[in-house]
């Protein structure tokens, strides 16, 4: 049986293509990076360094944050000395020293955590130039329904940027008893501003009446691209932003200008 | 609504009031001395009247015709032979004449026919059925053609004719013309035409096949051969138990031309067997075919062998259409009963076609009955649908269809599926990332509230019109128009209650309408039998339209109004405007070439509105692409058979010349196998983005490469095949493997929020992309039982340099089998279909972390995979269906009601994964596809 042959042939011949094809490895998805620590530090000049180290969170975890992750060796370098941070708490890592962070200097984390070395590198960027109210003062109208509201005025904050760098506003109230204006309750209301040089509050900025310091934070792209929100279903996921190597989180350094603000209803 | 049921139920009541017997059609008259059997008597009948006759051999075996007529009709000689000899007869809608002694004898004759015994025999002037099945008939023909006309030398000679449907009129596209015991054939070009070149003899017999038609043959004799011949074809009726969709490719027709790679063609007519959602639906049934994957509920578009379904062109009538769905792509947007013809190519295809990296699908429409009006439709839980065809003169025919949806219990299944409010946690303190996909704007908050919630105006519909015009033989021109839109609306209105208010409302618009308008004109002409044209001028445009918004409305206790608007509006549209010219010419015997000339004129707007003010994308592109192309087909050898071509094109927006070489061949080793290989390169330079995020925009949109950002796109094919055909089985197997450059992918991220003023970020990644993968079909063609088994074993990757590198393709599907069964029991048809493909590749959230910002409130994120490294659990389902043929007594088939379950173990299929955070928990939930969905539908049709 000729045809019989020719098929034996065939089928022998596609079964090596089969098994050419389709035998690359595939590639080991590895359980995701769990492994990775959470690095959050914030570095200001004047203040001392912080550094907080967590690990990350399973999915079903209910807990706030990440457990801490103790007994690691960090160091941080200003390019002349390198100092290595104290556990003050757990996952707490500290240096005393409040000169250390400097106007305009470079620094680098490094520490090492399952046979990895995990770092990070910020600048600290130039204080905010030029930082100014439109007012002292802020009202905030009462949330009516059923009437007209009166109309919310805003305060226009604006400051230097010919460069187009970040900025990032923080508004809180300095109130020790801080009356509450509103159904949020956060006494810190933070605002990623973006390459503005104004803003015009809102009313949403204000929680509480009384004495406010506005803080204008001359801040890193890093900081900009970590700590904005990012939406999330299975066709629309993107990793968060993060300029810790082999880890997550945020490893920046700003610089502030303050303004007063009173609020009042 | 109740309109579309008065007038089914005026239309079922005027069919089954007709219940008569046909009148016998014929002008034919007999004259001379008969002293013969009835059996050559009827034979002699048939070939003067076209009339064919079904007859048990054992009734009339013995019957002998003695008598003399002159310039009788054939009704009365009929009446006089059968009279005489206790005979009735019965005549058929389609001119088929059953013998009968008494009124049982017609089921009887019927059953024999189902079951192909081969004691039924059948007769007309281009004789009767397959061989096999008619051993005794054939040999008293063949002998009688050798008694009567000794075989005498002549020079080969061509013939050139039309293949029509006996009993409409209608041209049929690609039918396959063989002369008998020799390799010779050819097909029938979009008008129905063929040329056979250097035809041996003038005894010769032509075989005929077309899909979803009786197999038929014709024989040649000194007369017919002179003038054009024109053979009528009958549709197939359930006895002979053809398989609706036939993977036409070389097969064990040893075609000179037809030996064609990776083509599937598709018989509206019988699509009814098949399980359905609601509607025939022709682009889904392609679904069930190897290579197509079978998976994607969400869109009836093809995704052909790893490509995605802008990769594939869809032609109707000759001219483009964009969007090729209905309600969220549940539905294709193309009414099987204005569609003639349906022709899809998998890969490899022919230079004539042009301008996608994948597939090509070319549907032809319906020119309408051209010998009698006639008037039909369907209804079914999801719309209902009416056509009308009718000659205008002898020289010109009209088809008009027209198909609307209703709000069913089936619509507002599906509706909904798309349309669910997911409730949502947004970043208030300690919150994360707004999960899940949110429902529209507005959509949350709403618990607590009396609502009003008006019931939106929401449907599809889609309008055929076709106008065909021909006023000699040689030319013949066509308009056909296509019409299709589907305007979602999910908005609502909810009453502000009381005790917030004096008074006032949300009102929530979405609305999503889309669709698209085609027409074309085409001229049609045959120069000489040698040389055919077809000339087309065409127009499509394209819309798309979201409109997400809110508008609140607050009265205060002076009765002031106050209004706040935002919302996100965005506008798609392409208009296309195209000229082509095709070009057939049968050089020589074997020998025939395809040219052609294209041009076309593309402009594409996409805007993006905040708040009905601010726009934050337009882009306006305009394209013209010209170009042209040939193809020789020859054979070579006698078993060997090529096809080499190449296409060029300009393209205005870069300037650049393009070219795509193709070439596909098939080697026929037998009777029976067939081998075929192709290649090709191909370029397109429209595509369709996809937006990641379904709900909150509309899905997709069209743009034009424009050689920066978005890179004209291009592919290579390679495939590789063979296929062995049987008596009652085939088998088909090819391997491919494409390569794909400068894919695009879109994303489009929100910036800012309303404190700051929202901007949009455009993201455009290139990158490139491969797929492979080996198709096996093993189908069984005959016998009460028919269906086939696919396999397809495949592989997509993409390689973006934005998502890191190597990943597996959304589409990618590693298995897919899929079970096709058909059992034909006496009226009945029962049917049942079984899919399993591998889960589709999705990415998914592994962890998440949470960290203050500097002002100390805490912000989770998740961490997320790496692009589609995780895969959602095996997609499986049957679907069943039974299909009951309402047939007048006289045989015909007036209509059918058919009953289908979708998804009959209610398999919970996911479509995708959504998450959300709840008190710091990742909360992932499943977004389902349809689950059990029961269907009726009702077809009827005047004639």
């Known amino acids: ?265 | 609504m109740r309109r579309i049921l008065l007038l089914f139920s005026m239309s079922c009541a005027l069919s089954l009031s007709a219940f008569a017997q046909r009148p016998l059609k014929t002008d034919a008259v007999i004259s001379g001395f008969f002293t013969i059997p009835m059996e050559t008597m009827l034979d002699t009948i048939a070939k003067k009247s076209k009339i064919r006759f079904i007859y048990d051999h054992e009734m009339i075996k013995n019957i002998q015709i003695t008598d003399q007529f002159h310039q009788e009709p054939v009704k009365n000689v009929l009446s006089k032979i059968f009279k005489s000899n206790d005979l009735h007869y019965w005549v058929e809608s389609d001119q088929e004449i059953y013998i009968i002694k008494m009124p049982e004898d017609l089921p009887r004759l019927k059953k024999m026919a189902l079951v192909g015994d081969s004691n039924l025999f059948y007769s007309n002037q281009h004789a009767k059925m397959d061989k096999k099945e008619l051993p005794i008939l054939n040999a008293k023909l063949n002998a009688e053609v050798i008694n009567v006309k000794p075989q005498k030398k002549v020079e080969p000679f061509t013939i050139n004719g039309k293949v029509i449907d006996q009993n409409t009129g209608e041209s049929l596209p690609s039918a396959i013309i063989k002369v008998r015991n020799t390799n010779i054939s050819t097909s029938t070009n979009s008008d129905g035409y063929f040329t056979i070149l250097h035809v041996p003899s003038d005894t010769c017999t032509l075989e005929i096949n077309y899909v979803g038609y009786r197999r038929d043959t014709y024989e040649l004799n000194s007369e017919n051969i002179k003038k054009e011949i024109v053979i009528g074809l009958f549709i197939s009726v359930k006895s002979l138990n053809e398989v609706i969709v036939v993977g036409k490719k070389g097969e064990s027709v040893m075609t000179t031309d037809k030996r064609r790679v990776s083509v599937l063609q598709i018989s509206p007519a019988k699509l009814d067997e098949l399980p359905n959602i609601g509607e025939r639906d022709i682009l889904r049934s392609f679904q069930l075919m190897p290579g197509i994957s079978g998976s994607n509920e969400s869109s009836s578009g093809a995704y052909v062998r790893g490509g995605t379904p802008d990769q594939n062109l869809v032609l109707f009538d000759g001219f483009t259409v964009y969007q090729v769905d209905h309600l969220y792509g549940f539905f294709s947007a193309f009414n099987s009963n204005s569609v003639k013809d349906v022709t899809m190519y998998k890969g490899g295809f022919s230079s004539k076609y042009g301008g996608r990296l994948s597939s090509v699908t070319d549907i032809v429409g319906k020119e309408g009955n051209s010998k009698e009006y006639n008037i039909g439709g369907d209804i079914s839980l999801l719309s209902a649908n009416l056509y009308l065809e009718r000659p205008i003169n002898d020289k010109s025919t009209l088809l008009l269809a027209y198909r609307r949806s209703y709000e069913g219990p089936l619509y507002n299944k599906i509706f909904n599926k798309f349309n669910t409010t997911t409730t949502s946690t947004t970043g208030g303190p300690g919150g994360g990332p707004s999960g899940g996909m949110g429902g529209p704007p507005g959509g949350g908050g709403r618990g607590g509230f009396s609502q009003t919630v008006t019931t939106p105006a929401s449907a599809f519909y889609d309008l055929n019109a076709k106008y065909t015009y021909a006023p000699d033989q040689k030319n013949r021109f066509s308009w056909s128009v296509y019409q299709g839109n589907d305007n979602l609306d999910n908005s609502k209105t909810i009453e502000l209650p009381s005790f917030i208010s004096s008074g006032g409302e949300i009102t929530n618009t979405d609305k999503t309408t889309y669709g698209n308008l085609g027409s074309s004109l085409k001229w049609s002409r045959r120069w000489t039998p040698k040389v055919y044209s077809n000339t087309l001028a065409s127009f499509s445009t394209y819309h798309s339209n979201r409109d997400n918004s809110n508008k609140v409305t607050i009265a205060d206790s002076l009765g002031n109004e106050t209004e706040l608007n935002n919302g996100t509006f965005e506008k798609n549209r392409l208009k296309d405007f195209s000229m082509k010219s095709d070009w057939e010419w049968q050089v020589k015997d074997k020998v025939k070439a395809l040219f052609g000339v294209y041009a076309s004129n593309q402009d594409v707007s996409y805007e993006y509105s905040q708040n009905d003010t601010s726009k934050l994308i337009d882009q306006h592109t305009k394209a013209n692409i010209g170009g042209l192309y040939g193809e020789i087909e020859f054979s070579p050898g006698k078993n060997l058979q090529i096809k080499p071509g190449i296409r060029s094109t300009i393209y205005d927006q870069t300037g650049k010349v393009y070219f795509e070489p193709r070439l596909s061949g098939t080697y026929t080793l037998n009777d029976k196998l067939t081998l075929k290989a192709s290649t090709g390169k191909f370029y397109q330079f429209t595509n369709r983005v996809i937006r990641e995020d379904i709900l909150s925009g509309s899905r997709d949109f069209w743009v034009l490469a424009n050689g920066s950002s978005i890179p004209v796109s291009s592919a290579y094919h390679y495939i590789a095949g063979f296929s062995y055909e049987a008596d009652k089985f085939l088998i088909d197997v090819e391997g491919y493997y494409k390569t794909l450059n400068n894919l695009s992918e879109y994303s489009q991220r929100q910036i800012g929020n309303r404190r700051t003023g929202i901007s949009l970020e455009e993201h455009f990644y290139t990158g490139s992309g491969y797929t492979k993968g080996i198709e096996f079909l093993i189908q069984k063609t005959k016998g009460k039982y028919t269906g086939w088994i696919s396999y397809t074993l495949a592989e997509a990757k993409n390689n973006f340099e934005a998502y890191g590198g190597e990943f597996a393709a959304s589409q990618d599907t590693r298995h897919e089998l899929k079970s096709v069964n058909l059992y034909h029991y006496g009226r009945w048809t029962f049917s049942a279909t079984w899919i399993f493909a591998t889960g589709k590749p999705y990415t998914a959230p592994l962890t998440s972390y949470t960290v203050n910002d500097y002002s100390g409130n805490a912000r989770t994120f998740l961490t997320i995979s790496d692009k589609n490294s995780q895969r959602l659990p095996s997609y499986h389902r049957l679907d069943i269906s039974a299909l009951y043929d309402l047939i007048k007594i006289d045989s015909r088939k007036i209509g059918s009601i058919g009953f289908s379950i979708f998804n009959a173990y209610n398999r919970g299929n996911i479509w995708y994964q959504q998450y959300s955070i709840v008190n710091n928990q990742v909360i992932t939930s499943n977004v389902n596809y349809l689950g059990l969905t029961p269907n009726i539908t009702l077809s009827l049709k005047w004639k």
């Open chain 1, 1 to 265: 049986m000729e045809i019989n042959k020719n098929l034996k042939y065939l089928f022998t011949l596609i079964f090596i293509v089969i098994v050419y094809c389709f035998s690359s490895c595939q590639k080991d998805n590895a359980a995701a990076d769990y492994a990775r620590p959470v690095v959050e530090a914030y570095l200001i000049p004047g203040q001392a360094l912080q550094v907080k180290v967590y690990y990350q969170k399973y999915l079903e975890d209910t807990i706030s944050y990440g457990f801490p992750i103790t007994g690691l060796a960090l160091k941080v370098s200003d390019g002349t000395s390198n100092v290595s941070l104290t556990e003050t708490k757990s996952g707490i890592y500290t240096y005393a020293d409040a000169n250390f962070i400097k106007d305009s200097k470079t620094y680098a984390l490094s520490f090492s955590y399952l046979d990895k070395t995990i770092s990070a590198q910020t600048t600290i960027p130039s204080k905010p130039a030029n930082f100014k109210a439109s007012s002292t003062q802020q009202e905030v109208p009462a949330m009516t329904v059923g009437s007209t509201p009166t109309t919310f005025i805003p305060v226009t904050y604006s400051w230097a940027n010919a460069t187009s760098d970040y900025y990032m506003l923080s508004i809180q109230n300095i109130e020790t008893y801080p009356s509450s204006i509103s159904r949020n309750t956060r006494l810190k209301n933070e605002v990623l501003v973006g390459q503005v040089s104004t803003y015009n509050t809102e009313a949403m900025n204000f929680s509480y009446a009384g004495n406010h310091k506005v803080l204008l934070f001359h801040i890193n792209k890093e900081y900009n691209d970590a700590l904005k929100n990012i939406g999330g279903n299975s066709l629309n996921l993107t990793n968060p932003s993060t300029n810790v190597i082999n880890g997550l989180g945020i490893f920046t350094g700003l610089r502030a200008d303050t303004l007063d603000l009173f609020v009042y209803q």
